[in-house]
């Protein structure tokens, strides 16, 4: 039995469902009103899927790579940048659960609905953390902890979302400062609402 989920097979309809377009739309947003971007900062999107939050960033920054380990989605990903003729975005097939990731120091690293799917999200950050120049943030956007509901399929999905505590606790063992935790924004999915945190902090 396998505990990889395979996003190749959703990525083609992916951003046909609005409420995920509009989750990012959100994250995005709320990423933008805690940090003040800037055109001259290169950045990476963790786990980028299609890129509906790696285009929403893409105007206010100098660049974004946008990471994930499925083909299709960063296939769909690129198309969407030829076809609107964005310059500053690229792609990188990486597995972020091998260590893999692109060369270079970034100013920024962000993720949206991805660390739920890391097994160590720990060595994950403390791996970034270095990656990043001084004074570098990271923004990380995910379910606030869950019964388990969220989710139909349980494959490749390592936690029920987060608590405040452990994202708190994360990015304090994985070495990073400035730590603040708010809620970005809610899913609301059947008669259920699952609460969205995005953890900020500095390098
Ligand atoms: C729930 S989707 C979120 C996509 C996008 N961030 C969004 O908000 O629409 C999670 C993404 O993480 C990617 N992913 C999962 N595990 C990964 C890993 N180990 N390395 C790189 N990407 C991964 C998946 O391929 C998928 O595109």
Same mark, same amino acid.
């Given at each position: 039995?396998?505990?990889?989920?395979?996003f190749?097979? *959703?990525?083609q309809?992916?951003?046909?469902?609005?409420?995920?377009?509009?989750l990012a739309?959100?994250?995005?947003t709320a990423?933008?009103?805690?940090?003040?971007?800037?055109t001259?900062?290169?950045?990476?999107?963790?786990?980028?899927?299609?890129?509906? *939050?790696t285009?929403?960033?893409a105007?206010h920054l100098?660049?974004?790579?946008g990471?994930? $380990?499925?083909?299709?989605m960063?296939d769909? %990903?690129?198309?969407?940048?030829?076809?609107?003729g964005?310059?500053?975005?690229?792609?990188?097939?990486?597995?972020l659960?091998?260590?893999?990731?692109?060369d270079?120091k970034?100013h920024?690293? *962000?993720?949206a609905m991805t %660390?739920h799917?890391i097994?160590?999200?720990?060595t994950?950050?403390s791996?970034?953390? $270095?990656?990043l120049?001084?004074?570098?943030?990271?923004?990380?956007?995910?379910l606030?902890?869950?019964?388990g $509901?969220?989710?139909?399929?349980?494959?490749?999905?390592?936690?029920?979302?987060?608590?405040?505590?452990?994202?708190?606790?994360?990015l304090e063992h994985?070495?990073?400062a400035?730590? $603040?935790?708010?809620?970005?924004t809610a899913?609301?999915?059947?008669d259920?609402?699952?609460?969205?945190? %995005?953890? *900020?902090a500095q390098?």
């Amino acid at each position: 039995m396998t505990n990889i989920r395979d996003f190749n097979a *959703v990525a083609q309809n992916w951003d046909e469902e609005p409420r995920r377009v509009k989750l990012a739309g959100e994250i995005a947003t709320a990423i933008c009103g805690r940090l003040n971007l800037s055109t001259d900062w290169d950045a990476l999107d963790l786990g980028c899927g299609t890129g509906l *939050v790696t285009l929403a960033l893409a105007p206010h920054l100098g660049s974004i790579t946008g990471v994930d $380990s499925s083909c299709a989605m960063l296939d769909k %990903l690129a198309e969407k940048v030829k076809a609107s003729g964005t310059a500053n975005v690229t792609t990188a097939l990486n597995d972020l659960s091998a260590g893999e990731m692109p060369d270079g120091k970034f100013h920024l690293i *962000v993720s949206a609905m991805t %660390l739920h799917h890391i097994q160590d999200p720990e060595t994950l950050l403390s791996s970034l953390a $270095s990656r990043l120049y001084p004074g570098g943030w990271i923004a990380f956007a995910d379910l606030e902890t869950e019964d388990g $509901s969220f989710h139909e399929d349980p494959t490749g999905i390592f936690h029920h979302g987060f608590s405040r505590t452990e994202l708190t606790r994360l990015l304090e063992h994985s070495g990073y400062a400035a730590i $603040s935790i708010t809620e970005a924004t809610a899913i609301h999915k059947g008669d259920r609402t699952y609460p969205v945190l %995005l953890a *900020v902090a500095q390098a």
